[in-house]
């Protein structure tokens, strides 16, 4: 009986069952259609192509949101793009005592006025442009029409000019031991390669030029009364008038410099350059009076160069031979009562 009942419900589970095998067959379904096959392949494949092109214009949308959060923190963290303004000399000038001033410029502020003077006698006052001369000759309007547009158009793009006083301010802060860092924040010039362009400029135009900072010996020493002004401040002080006739005080000074090369200098052998002290240098011939102001100055000798030799190739040397040897000049005549002469330390021959 249980055999029979088994095989009774197996037969009705195959005649109820639609998937059943027909003859030894399963029957075809939509499933098995090629036609729904392939555009069912076809709706995933696009679904998934419209997914990908959704989360790339995502990306794309997130990266230009960054950029942009990106840009507006640069700046607000750079000043470049805060327009710059200049210096006013007298507003910085004011806001620094006089102990102050002297510490950061190695020179009282009466010697620097009277240093500025000088400079703007000498290479004029459109060359040195002060303070006062930018503030009367562009900002008020009273130059050439020409000269005031000029003027407008490099404050709109760079500020304005620097004065005169303020290019002379950072030469001698850096020559005092500042730092370019420094002096471009606390005068307002944010390019390092500017700042070393004002130093060298003023250096070599206004402090190194013959007619600013140099009283020129030769026309000292041909001028008995000339010599007498300067040989009597030698004379004051404690030495008592014993160092009476002393027109000048001789010494070499090796300034360091970065090893020649062909290229920038055109020197094929630097070894010449190397000083007693290890390092490349020139050896510079300077004769001051005894307020310290430059006479003479040679700078065409070597570091290796002994102080006699670097004199003794100089302009001056020469100068001084010629007018001792010349049987005509007076100061051969009267070569043993002169009561002037340079001193030196013993390096230097007689």
Known sequence: MKRKETSYSSSSDQESDPSSLHNGKRQKTELDDPQFISLTVALVVLLTIQALLLLEEMYVVAAIEKRKQKKIHNNQQKPDDVPIKRVNWHEFSSSISD?????????????????????ESRVGKDQFKSQDYITSHFCQGEGPCAEVNMYNAHKHIAGGYICGEVKLAITLRLLAGGSYL?????????????????????????????????????????????MYEVSKHFARGRSGGILGGIVG???????????????????????????????YALNVQVIVDKKKRVLFMYMGAKGSEHDSAAYKSSKLYSTLEEMFLDPQS?????????????????AYSL
Do not use: Q, T
């Open 99 to 119: 102990r102050h001033f002297k510490r950061m410029f190695r020179m009282s502020r009466k010697g620097f006025k009277l240093l500025c003077e000088r400079i």
């Open 182 to 226: 420094d002096v471009g924040y606390i005068f307002g010039v944010k390019s390092s390669n500017y700042i070393y362009e004002i130093f060298h400029s003023v250096l070599k135009e206004w402090i190194c030029h013959d007619n600013i900072s140099c009283y020129k010996l030769k026309d000292i020493i041909k001028d008995a009364d000339k």
């Open 249 to 279: 005080a001789l010494d070499g000074w090796l300034v360091k410099i970065e090893c020649p090369s062909l290229k920038k200098d055109g020197i094929k052998n630097p070894a010449g350059f190397i000083s007693r002290k290890g390092f």
């Open 330 to 346: 007076e100061m051969h005549k009267n070569k043993y009562d002169i009561p002037f002469y340079i001193i030196a330390d013993s």
